[in-house]
């Protein structure tokens, strides 16, 4: 079995300041797809709806992004977080790392 790395990352569409979506999903969709064939990345996406309470206190229903990349570098998910953050305007981006043992058959 071949050991690697998985990375999800789940995005809210909502704009940090204006607590509403600024950038429509199929416009965020291409860009990250763009971005992960410019740099050769394995990965899918599927959208999902999900809460978040800004730093205001506000508790928000929001459209979500979810993200799996499986066997980069953290250098390479740092890059991409800090990209999709400053695209999206976001306060904060969820990231979970786990380990995985790969078994094709």
Same mark, same amino acid.
């Given at each position: *079995? ?18 509403e979506?600024?950038?429509e ?5 291409? *860009? ?45 998910i ?7 953050? *400053?695209? *999206? ?7 979970v790392?786990?380990n ?6």
């Open positions: *079995m071949q050991k690697s790395v998985e990375y999800q990352i789940f995005i809210g569409f909502n704009d940090s300041q204006v607590y979506e600024v950038v999903e199929k416009e965020l969709v291409e *860009m990250v797809a763009g971005f992960f064939e410019r740099e050769k990345i394995d990965f899918s996406m599927f959208g999902a709806k999900g809460g978040y309470c800004y730093d205001c206190d506000e508790f928000v229903l929001e459209n979500i992004l979810c993200i799996n990349i499986i066997g980069k570098s953290k250098l390479d740092k890059k991409l977080i800090r990209s999709l953050s *400053m695209f *999206m305007n976001q306060e904060s981006i969820l990231v790392k786990n995985l043992a790969q078994k094709f058959s």
